[in-house]
């Protein structure tokens, strides 16, 4: 990263981590994961979607305050869960113990020795990171998450989206992951909605 890149994507990692800071620090649960059936019928759907079965090693990207992580580690041997937002992380430690937190900016941070992975999940923070300033560095990401699987290895994206725009671009997220060298296994949109938004959930293999 040259040192113009890394000014930019550091400036765009302080507004984001800046935002989700104050969202958690509003109230706990700031986005009802524990309480509102469209939320809870995604966490199962995503539960799902990583196949029967134990797992090794498991990222998870973007684990806010850990109501997916708890999930993760009833099932995994090992879960390292990443966010930018340290007031999320201090509930996420609570909620899950096992579970190994890490605060970062995903478009600067690698696992290095802790990976690769069995699982990868990255839910609702791809569209955070989206921004026209970091635009050659948010494409070089996709690659970056790829490395991070083993060989067999399964990526989950879940994102939220209302209407048509916002679904293409979603799916744009897992076309770009099938251009860096995965295969998609499954695509769906779990019934539960919230207000009009739904959940893209799409599963992809390293090949």
């Not at 992975?117 to 990255?122: E, K, L, N, R, Y």
């Not at 991070?148 to 994102?159: C, D, F, S, V």
């Not at 744009?172 to 860096?180: L, P, V």
């Amino acid at each position: 990263m040259t040192f113009w890149s890394a000014v930019r994507v550091s400036w765009q990692a302080f507004k984001t981590r800046r935002k989700m800071n104050r969202q958690f620090g509003k109230r706990e649960d700031p986005f009802a994961y524990a309480t509102t059936p469209y939320e809870g019928a995604r966490l199962v759907a995503m539960d799902e979607a990583l196949g029967p079965g134990p797992l090794g090693p498991v990222l998870e990207v973007g684990c806010a305050e850990g109501h997916f992580t708890e999930k993760l580690i009833g099932r995994s041997s090992r879960v390292l869960a990443v966010d930018i937002s340290a007031v999320a992380l201090a509930r996420a430690r609570m909620r899950a113990p096992q579970a190994v937190f890490i605060e970062a900016d995903l478009m600067s941070w690698e696992p290095g020795a802790e990976g690769p992975f069995d699982a990868v999940i990255v839910a609702d923070v791809l569209y955070y990171l989206d921004r026209a300033g970091v635009r050659a560095e948010f494409s070089a990401l996709f690659l970056r998450i790829v490395s991070w699987l083993k060989p067999g290895g399964r990526l989950l994206l879940a994102h939220g989206f209302s209407g048509d725009k916002e679904l293409a671009h979603r799916r744009s997220f897992r076309e770009r992951f099938e251009s860096a060298g995965l295969r998609l296994l499954a695509e769906t949109i779990p019934e539960a909605d919230r207000g009009g938004v739904r959940c893209l959930l799409s599963t992809l293999e390293k090949i």
